[in-house]
């Protein structure tokens, strides 16, 4: 059965920190790892990953994803109060099947 | 594109009706899936189609729940009858096959009392 972990499930910061989520995964047939974030309503896309090594950045965020070690990393830099979200994984798989997303990450930034 | 559409965006229903939420998919992707998301449980994938069909429904809690998609632009989520555990958040998502991320509509708030 595809599982995706997540860790920590919640984290508090403050202004101006930089925090790492992790994202694990063990899926037959891995085709993408994408992240998200969800705030009060829908979950916005963030990254989509598929190849090993490559960094993707926008903003304070950056993703990156291991293919050996089945992870990828979520940083954010220079946290704002706005950041605070539930940042969710998801590991896609070969075509024509579905998206197994993790419990998600809680993040909380106070002023 | 308006995204993906979700309808109602808030139902609230007695014990034993009958519930049924609608999602249009954006136009031209051809993956459709239904997630429920609870506190407790997270985000659950119920069910989702490609090209219209059905691939896997494994998450679907029991008979109680069924969902269609007739065709490219339009699927059913039905609840029959609903009870109050059912009560979640019901997103409806669409791709294009898992080559783009998939997108989500804005959510079915469904509270059965």
């Known amino acids: 059965e595809d599982k995706v972990v997540q860790s920590p499930l919640s984290l508090v910061v403050h202004e101006g920190d930089t925090v790492t989520l992790n994202c694990s995964y063990e899926?037959?047939?891995?085709?993408?790892l994408l992240w998200y974030k969800q705030e009060k309503k829908a979950p916005t896309f963030l990254f989509m990953l598929t190849s090993s090594g490559i960094e993707k950045k926008s903003g304070r965020l950056s993703s990156i994803l291991d293919k050996k070690e089945l992870f990828s990393i979520l940083n954010i830099t220079a946290t704002q109060t706005g950041d605070s979200a539930i940042y969710l994984c998801a590991v896609g798989s070969a075509p024509g099947q579905n998206f197994v997303f993790g419990p998600g990450t809680r993040l909380s930034v106070l002023p | 594109d308006a995204g993906v559409i979700q309808s109602p965006r808030h139902e609230v229903t007695e014990m034993g009706q009958e519930v049924t939420l609608r999602c249009k998919p954006i136009s031209g992707h051809n993956s459709l899936f239904w997630y429920r998301q609870t506190m407790m449980r997270g985000l659950e994938l119920l069910i989702y189609f490609n090209n219209n069909v059905p691939i896997d429904d494994s998450g679907m809690p029991e008979d109680r729940f069924s969902a269609k998609m007739p065709n490219a632009s339009f699927s059913t989520l039905k609840i029959q009858p609903s009870e109050p555990r059912d009560s979640a958040v019901y997103f409806c998502?669409?791709?294009?096959?898992?080559?783009?991320?998939?997108?989500f509509g804005q959510g079915t708030r469904l509270t059965v009392v």
């Open positions: 899926v037959t047939n891995f085709r993408s």
């Open positions: 998502a669409s791709s294009f096959q898992g080559f783009t991320e998939a997108f």
